[in-house]
Structure formats: structure tokens, C-alpha cells
């Protein structure tokens, strides 16, 4: 999976709970819960669609990893490798 690939992965999960969300005004390393305004339970159904689009279960001690774009990327593509 190429960076490209993960990072339009991680932008359909948050557009998924977020369809109003201008994902291009997200700084790549900034958290987005707070800037695109998502709730617990939007970030819950983020990490699940995340995860079944990955294919693999996220624990709750990765939801760190995954709550910028950079780090979500990163954590999809190190999963693959």
C-alpha cells in the first residue's frame, strides 16, 4: 500500500463520520477530534471503519496513533509492512 493509498483511506473513514469536514484544511499533524469537532463517539466509529477497511482490529491503546492524518497513515502502512 503506498502512503497515498492510506492517506485517502483515513480521509474516507473521517469523511464517513464527518461529510462536512474540509480534510484539506487539516494540518497533516494536528489533531483532527478537535478540529473537525468529532465527538467520542464519531471518533469510535472512525477507528471502526478504519479498521475494517485495514483489515485489522485497532486496540484502544493504538487510538493515539491514529488521531492525525500523518499518524494514522503511518500506522496503516506500517501495519501493512
Do not use: C, H, N, W
Not at 492510506?6 to 478537535?34: C, G, K, T
Not at 465527538?39 to 469510535?44: K, V
Not at 471503519?49 to 499518524?71: F, H, N, Q
Amino acid at each position: 500500500m503506498t502512503p497515498q493509498q492510506a492517506m485517502e483511506m483515513v480521509q474516507d473513514a473521517l469523511l464517513q463520520v464527518a461529510p462536512e469536514a474540509d480534510l484539506q484544511a487539516v494540518p497533516p499533524d494536528a489533531d483532527f477530534r478537535d478540529l473537525l469537532e468529532l465527538d467520542s463517539l464519531d471518533f469510535l466509529a472512525y477507528v471502526e471503519i478504519l479498521s475494517e477497511a485495514g483489515g485489522r482490529r485497532i486496540e484502544e491503546d493504538d487510538y493515539p496513533k491514529v488521531t492525525t492524518m500523518a499518524g494514522a497513515t503511518a500506522f496503516i502502512i506500517a501495519d501493512r509492512g
